[in-house]
């Protein structure tokens, strides 16, 4: 029985560097990024060359979580053969934001991450995590209106703290978006040696033009990768931050400051 094929994945919050770091790595040698797929995330909307969508969203079928995964890993197998074919690296960047950002409460979340429950089947893991200091990607979700579910800063710490504890059972690789903003190419480079793709030291000049979803707070076409930290928090968050056990215990694993 020959050995399963290695399929890489991407996960990553929204307003976490997502879009820059993919973007990097699809402009890697023969790279493709397929950008913010989920297995449960089927929304109704006008698509005329998917009548898979069309059927499940127009239908209750699309209710049926068995079938609607089934089509799902269906077509991430035909995109991987297709990818294989035609010498591509294929990179699935997963919407994590639908797995920990859209439940209610953090009692609902799955300790299974969604799209790694389903491409597991019949693939191997290449994973990699990318975080960001929470005090400023929190301050920008509020900044672009997405802060979703989470009731505080408190409880949007919480549910980082529960993905980060998820993906490091799996023994993924983490990665912090600040330190791929001070050094892209050192941090790029490890990131291609994890996923088996060939680092191009000249992918800088390539990256910009490259489209891709999730560009939430980084201007389109920009030829620079810099932090988008600098942005001011709120004296409210602050006083929130204060108070978080969950967010003390990430900057004390991860080397943030707290103020």
């Known amino acids: 029985m020959s050995e399963k094929p290695y399929i890489r994945t991407i996960h990553v919050l929204s307003c976490s560097g997502g879009t820059v770091i993919s973007k990097c790595l699809s402009a890697m040698e023969k790279t493709i990024v397929i950008s913010e797929i989920h297995p449960d995330r089927l929304r109704m909307g006008f698509n005329p060359f998917d009548p898979v969508s069309l059927l499940l969203t127009q239908t209750k079928l699309g209710q049926n979580a068995t079938l609607r995964r089934n089509f799902f890993l269906k077509r991430i197998k035909e995109i991987y053969e297709i990818s294989k074919l035609n010498n591509f690296n294929l990179i699935l960047r997963d919407h994590t934001h639908t797995d920990y950002l859209e439940n209610k409460d953090i009692e609902q979340i799955n300790s299974k991450i969604s799209l790694i429950d389903v491409v597991r089947k019949d693939f191997r893991l290449l994973p990699l995590l990318i975080i960001r200091n929470p005090l400023h990607a929190y301050q920008s979700l509020l900044n672009n209106n997405m802060r979703q579910s989470t009731s505080s800063f408190n409880d949007y710490c919480n549910r ?60 389109v076409g920009s030829e620079k990768i810099v932090s988008l930290d600098p942005r001011p928090i709120s004296e409210e968050l602050k006083k929130e931050s204060e108070k978080s056990k969950s967010f003390k215990e990430i900057c004390y694993r991860f080397d943030y400051k707290i103020n």
């Open 160 to 219: 980082v703290m529960l993905m980060i504890n998820t993906y490091k059972d799996l023994d993924c690789s983490i990665f912090k978006y600040e330190d791929f903003c001070l050094n892209p190419d050192k941090e790029l480079d490890k990131m291609c040696a994890i996923l088996k793709i060939n680092y191009l030291n000249d992918y800088y000049k390539r990256f910009s033009k490259i489209p891709m979803t999730g560009n939430s707070g980084r201007a």
